[in-house]
């Protein structure tokens, strides 16, 4: 299993969202700020298997808005998560 952890401009936050939702894919959703002016950004926890962890990145290649001039789509980390478990 695989965490990612995207963090993205708040402007994609809603169409990301519901992306997500729409296939299926579990995210947790947190506030967040940073980079030189101190922009909104939305950082996404996405827990997928192995084998998904590309289709989530290209969905979020595909679904962030353009950035503005000198940012970035989505800054990305792919984590191996080796426990999973919801109570």
Known sequence: MKMVIAIISDRSDAPVMERLAAEGYGVTRVASTGGFVRRGNVTLFIGVPDAQEQAVIDLLRNTCRPPETGQHRATI???DAH???QI
């Open 83 to 85: 426990h999973f478990e």
């Open 77 to 79: 980390f792919v984590l």
